[in-house]
């Protein structure tokens, strides 16, 4: 069965740092994962996705996500972190037909100026 | 274009009471999906759909919860004798069509507090 951990409850960060949020995931073949923010009071937005092909993909408002399969992992990146970056961020991995979504417990962040 | 809308925003219940949540999703997105966000925790897939019928219900909790998409367009995830358990934000997503090469676009969600 697909499963997603994100071993990061909470992240602080300083604005301009970078950063890294990280997602392994449990899948039998190869996955389709995700990323996505929550912000409070909005519904979720898609950062980014990999479904093949090159293993370093990059999404939007600078993000990018990195595909190991050594490492079952889909870690998410960003060099240098602003304000509005502040929210939830969820790591998903596709079930095989795509249409069930497996969702991390998430990674609350916080950016500090 | 207008994204996805759910309503009510918020919904306080007692203990055995029914609920009807409402999703309106894009125009023209013929999926549709369900699922429930816990304090703390991701969303938890609960159904979708395809057109009218409902193609995977397999993340529905029990028989107290159902949900209906008669027209192929707004949905209604009905919940019968509500249990505190059941409080959490019940999240409404629309995709073009099935499968994860079509983004799936959420709504703000519906609060659900049972108490």
């Known amino acids: 069965a697909q499963s997603v951990t994100q071993p990061d409850i909470h992240i602080t960060v300083s604005e301009g740092a970078s950063l890294e949020l990280r997602c392994n995931y449990s899948?039998?073949?190869?996955?389709?994962l995700f990323w996505y923010v929550q912000s409070p009071g909005q519904g979720l937005q898609l950062l980014l996705k990999y479904f093949s092909g090159d293993t370093l993909v990059q999404g939007i408002k600078g993000f990018e996500a990195e595909f190991k399969r050594s490492q079952s992992s889909f870690n998410l990146r960003k060099p240098s972190v602003h304000w509005s970056d502040a929210a939830e961020y969820f790591c998903a991995v596709a079930s095989n037909t795509g249409n069930q979504f497996y969702f991390g417990t998430g990674t609350s962040l916080t950016v500090i100026p | 274009g207008a994204g996805v809308s759910q309503t009510p925003s918020n919904k306080v219940t007692e203990k055995g009471k029914y609920v009807e949540l409402r999703c309106d999703p894009i125009s023209g997105h013929t999926a549709l999906y369900w699922y429930r966000q816990s304090l703390g925790q991701g969303p938890e897939f609960l159904i979708y759909?395809?057109?009218?019928?409902?193609?995977?219900d397999s993340g529905l909790p029990n028989d107290r919860f159902f949900a209906v998409r008669p027209e192929g367009s707004v949905s209604t995830l009905k919940i019968q004798r509500t249990e505190r358990g059941d409080s959490a934000v019940y999240l409404c997503?629309?995709?073009?069509?099935?499968?994860?090469?079509?983004?799936?676009?959420f709504g703000p969600g519906t609060r659900l507090t049972v108490l």
């Open positions: 997503a629309s995709s073009l069509s099935s499968g994860p090469s079509h983004e799936q676009f």
């Open positions: 759909f395809q057109g009218t019928g409902a193609a995977d």
């Open positions: 899948y039998g073949a190869t996955p389709y």
